[in-house]
């Protein structure tokens, strides 16, 4: 199965850079690309791909207003987004995450890590780079939510606590399932009945409510 990819940068040398990167590895497909935000929303609501790559930093409408276009919320028929930045630090990167993305990375990332986040996003999984998750959660999560700590809906397991930091530590269903000696199914399970009790949409909302809460 290939997996389709629009690529959505405002500088010309680097969206060509991204999709020869992408277009080499196996599976993986460009399908399209955008010079700004507009024309990334425009071009992935008629093309429809298995993911988009968003810059964040982009004139006119941004990536992180792309991103709530396409996965947001109130988004009925949400395509998967991935969002990457030139800045670790990047203060844009937590409303991208609010916004819907499924995961970040840097563009210095590389090849290899470029794929996985793409292919890890079509599967409806997500790829948190793990050198710059835990600095960048901590951060943004200090000044990310004004109100008093989000309880679970029902009090989480001894197994889901354990599933919960592996998620807030960028582990992948198949590095958890290795890590705790479960089956990748019970990953999943636990996963979802995680974003059932958190209230959140995805594993990347999983890892900020880890930091919010203090988990992490």
């Not at 409408?61 to 396409?70: M, N």
Request: net charge neutral; hydrophobic share 45%; proline share 5%.
């Amino acid at each position: 199965m290939t997996v389709r990819v629009l690529v959505a940068d405002d500088q010309e040398i680097v969206r060509t850079g991204l999709t020869m990167i992408l277009n080499a590895q196996p599976g993986i497909k460009v399908i399209g690309e955008a010079a700004n935000g507009h024309q990334a929303v425009e071009l992935a609501r008629r093309l429809r791909p298995d993911v988009c790559l968003l810059d964040i930093r982009m004139p006119g409408v941004d990536g992180i207003a792309a991103t709530r276009e396409l996965a947001g919320p109130g988004v009925a028929d949400p395509i998967a987004v991935v969002v990457i930045t030139t800045f670790d630090l990047d203060e844009h990167v937590y409303g991208a995450l609010r916004a819907g993305a499924r995961g970040f990375l840097l563009k210095e990332a590389g090849a290899e890590l470029l794929g996985q986040a793409v292919r890890a996003a079509a599967a409806g999984d997500a790829l948190i780079a793990p050198a710059v998750t835990a600095r960048l959660l901590r951060t943004f999560a200090r000044g990310g939510s004004a109100g008093p700590p989000r309880r679970p809906a029902d009090p989480l397991t001894e197994r889901e606590e354990e599933v919960l930091l592996a998620v807030a530590g960028g582990r992948t269903n198949g590095e958890i399932a290795a890590d705790l000696y479960i089956s990748l199914s019970t990953v999943k399970t636990h996963v979802a009945s995680l974003m059932g009790k958190l209230g959140v949409r995805n594993r990347v909302e999983i890892a900020m409510w880890a930091y919010e809460n203090g988990r992490r």
